[in-house]
């Protein structure tokens, strides 16, 4: 049985890939911060293990990667998922901000990577697959900070991808566009539809098609894909 470690599982697209993962025979692990009673609530759905860190926190990081380790026995597939958002114009944002975007979204996964990759190399095998976002690709305005998170996201991707290639483990990005979640929840109506008029699809993304394109990259299906970022924008950009 194939197992995976999805960080940010409790709700939005980290929970749809908890659901398709356990869904298509893998043991799952997630992490969650907050979200309690929606981590008990997707454990209890799918039989995923459910484990609370702070992925700011270099000792809940490593906690989470040995709790996971001891109830997968192994983690074949690592899905940095984990974020946060939120937007400022760029004269407004607070160190605080700036260092807390950086720490959740491109630290965090630098740091759940350092903790999987031995284990990984020493089996010659192994997939990760980190979140980052069309913003990462294109920048976005008043989002500066995750705009550069995202973007060293994809950075650390393709470098990690050549320096893993050799142990048989791929490293690969998705990149969506604008996704119905929680995140995107405080977006009004007017911005949402302005960005579904100019996709090409004509509407924004769900979280289950990022899972779908998830479980694809963890699969055997692309095991001869490695270091790519994945668009998942409907055609926003090209």
């Given at each position: 049985?194939?197992?995976?470690?999805?960080?940010?599982?409790?709700?939005?697209?980290?929970?749809?890939?908890?659901?398709?993962?356990?869904?298509?025979g893998y043991k799952v692990a997630?992490?969650?911060?907050?979200?309690?009673?929606?981590?008990?609530?997707?454990?209890?759905a799918t039989g995923a293990l459910a484990i609370c860190a702070d992925s700011a926190l270099e000792s809940d990081i490593l906690s989470a990667v040995k709790l996971a380790e001891e109830h997968l026995g192994?983690?074949?597939?690592?899905?940095?998922?984990?974020?946060?958002?939120?937007?400022?114009?760029?004269?407004?944002?607070?160190?605080?901000?700036?260092n807390e975007h950086l720490a959740v979204n491109l630290t965090g996964a630098f740091l759940y990577s350092k903790a999987v990759i031995p284990s990984m190399v020493s089996r010659k095998s192994g997939r990760?697959?980190?979140?980052?976002?069309?913003?990462?690709?294109?920048?976005?305005?008043?989002?500066?900070?995750?705009?550069t998170a995202k973007a060293g996201l994809i950075g650390m991707t393709k470098a990690l991808a050549k320096e893993l290639g050799p142990s048989g483990i791929t490293v690969n990005a998705i990149a969506p566009g604008?996704?119905?979640?929680?995140?995107?929840?405080?977006?009004?109506?007017?911005?949402?539809?302005?960005?579904?008029?100019?996709t090409p699809l004509m509407r924004i993304g769900s979280a289950d098609e990022v899972a779908g394109a998830a479980l694809f990259l963890a699969s055997e299906a692309a095991s001869f894909i490695t270091g790519d970022v994945m668009n998942l924008s409907g055609g926003y950009i090209m």
């Open positions: 049985m194939k197992t995976v470690l999805i960080t940010g599982g409790s709700r939005g697209i980290g929970r749809a890939m908890v659901e398709l993962f356990s869904a298509n997630f992490t969650y911060k907050n979200s309690e009673s929606k981590a008990k609530s997707v454990a209890e192994h983690i074949d597939c690592l899905i940095n998922n984990a974020g946060v958002a939120s937007f400022s114009l760029f004269t407004d944002i607070t160190l605080e901000q700036w990760i697959i980190n979140i980052t976002s069309m913003w990462g690709i294109t920048g976005s305005s008043c989002e500066v900070h995750y705009s604008l996704i119905a979640t929680d995140m995107n929840g405080t977006l009004d109506e007017e911005t949402v539809n302005g960005i579904a008029e100019e």
